[in-house]
């Protein structure tokens, strides 16, 4: 019987194996585990955005200088990526890992990544109304980590697991707390590509004392270390010349068009096209998906089913990641949206034919291994099969996003009533 002694023994046992080998696979990838019938599975590039979004910016910033400035930021950390234009939160958010030395920041970042990764899953579970006995958590946390995005995160150090634990904050506080939600979405806002597509669609959503309570505190945790860097910078105009330098420069290095990681719809819209999108045409598919979310929120109305209102949470996650630049890494958004799918803990009128298809979709892009830049290199001859491969994780998103919308407004045509809302827990 679930829940009897032998059965959480069981599962104990197996969240211990999965979550050991997830370690011991990540360890192998920065050490002797080079390749696999000739994908390379090693990585060479170990903690490389670690060193260029969190661990340098801090550092320079501690030192007296302007990490948006690109000559000062390449004389500090000499490489070829480019601080992109986080807001200046993150300087003092990430100030503890500029202390240090680099080598022993890393590796506290590499053990604080996985620490997140079980509180992902964590309060992706209890936002799904699940029990998170230390068997499934582990089971949860490993299976994140042997996911390509999981594993990503790990390696490379990105702060998405930062983002998203923010993000599930917003999202569950947002209504029954929205002092604490609001200042979830204000943490989540020093990455704009989380925090403005999370505000936008929770005003859809009906959260508007939550997002002003946000945007009041992003300026709050914003404006002192703003007013250090234009000082540093000798004055407004140059600083902004900095901020324009800098973002080209992180332009140089990222072309959606050429990009093979991306999995948002301008990216793919990009990749079609074969040339970077202007502002224009980048903000008429940015809002698209945005629209179509809000559509979809706005059918679904204030119900009185927490179920609902974790339809409503799934939808969110899958906009915010669709409607601006995301890259791959960036997809461990999802563990909410799949837990709540994995314990059925959406309306059931929804789930009846469509949870199969949508953990298919989901198993797909987390064991995506095979969109690589070495397996991609082999095709750049041939340009069709190149961009089916490189559109593959953008694809499977589109498609699942595609199905909750159509989900989500036609329980409304299906004349579900609307009610009274009650907050995510």
């Given at each position: ?17 999965v979550?050991?080998?997830?370690l ?18 090693s990585m060479p ?9 969190v ?41 503890p890992?500029g ?16 620490v ?6 964590f309060?992706?579970?209890?936002l799904?109304g699940?029990?998170s ?9 490993g299976?994140l ?20 634990l ?19 979405l ?8 989380f925090?403005?597509?999370?505000g ?24 002192a ?6 000082d540093?910078?000798g ?46 045409t ?7 998906v ?10 679904l109305?204030?119900?009185?089913d ?18 601006v ?23 059931q009128?929804f789930?009846?034919?469509r949870?199969r ?9 987390g ?10 290199a ?7 099969a ?8 953008g694809?499977?998103l ?9 989900g989500?407004?036609?329980?409304r ?13």
């Amino acid at each position: 019987m679930p829940g009897t002694p032998r059965v959480r023994g069981s599962m104990l046992l197996v969240g211990l194996a999965v979550f050991a080998s997830a370690l011991i696979i990540a360890v192998l990838r920065v050490t002797s585990l080079s390749d696999l019938f000739g994908l390379r599975l090693s990585m060479p590039w170990a903690m490389n955005d670690f060193r260029n979004a969190v661990y340098c910016p801090a550092a320079i910033f501690l030192e007296g200088g302007n990490p948006y400035d690109r000559a000062e930021f390449l004389r500090f950390c000499p490489m070829r990526d480019a601080f992109p234009l986080y807001a200046p939160a993150t300087l003092l958010l990430h100030a503890p890992f500029g202390l240090l030395s680099f080598g022993t920041a890393a590796v506290l970042y590499f053990c604080l990544t996985i620490v997140l990764s079980v509180a992902v899953v964590f309060v992706a579970l209890r936002l799904a109304g699940a029990e998170s006995p230390v068997g499934k958590l582990l089971l949860g946390a490993g299976l994140l980590l042997l996911s390509r995005p999981g594993q990503w995160n790990l390696l490379l150090g990105q702060p998405a697991l930062e983002l998203v634990l923010a993000t599930y904050a917003a999202l569950a506080w947002s209504r029954r707390a929205p002092m604490l939600g609001g200042f979830a979405l204000a943490v989540a806002a020093y990455k704009p590509t989380f925090g403005i597509p999370l505000g936008v669609l929770m005003l859809v959503r009906g959260d508007r004392r939550a997002v002003r309570v946000g945007v009041l505190a992003a300026l709050i945790l914003n404006v002192a270390p703003l007013a250090v860097l234009i000082d540093r910078a000798g004055g407004l105009s140059v600083f902004v010349q900095d901020l324009i330098r800098s973002h080209r420069a992180w332009e140089g290095v990222i072309d959606p068009s050429q990009q093979v990681y991306n999995v948002d719809a301008p990216g793919f819209v990009a990749r079609l096209v074969r040339h970077r999108l202007g502002p224009p045409t980048y903000l008429v598919v940015s809002l698209a998906v945005l629209g179509a979310a809000g559509v979809a929120l706005r059918s679904l109305g204030r119900r009185e089913d927490r179920m609902d209102d974790r339809l409503s949470g799934s939808i969110i996650c899958l906009a915010m990641l669709l409607s601006v630049h995301h890259l791959a890494y960036d997809l461990v958004l999802l563990v909410f949206p799949v837990a709540a799918l994995a314990m059925s803990a959406l309306p059931q009128d929804f789930l009846v034919s469509r949870r199969r298809v949508l953990l298919v979709l989901v198993f797909l892009l987390g064991a995506n291994y095979v969109t690589t830049q070495s397996a991609l290199a082999r095709l750049e001859r041939h340009t069709g099969a190149w961009l089916v491969l490189a559109s593959l994780n953008g694809a499977l998103l589109a498609g699942m996003f595609l199905v909750y919308l159509t989900g989500s407004i036609g329980r409304r045509r299906a004349g579900v009533p609307v009610a009274a809302p009650v907050p995510l827990r």
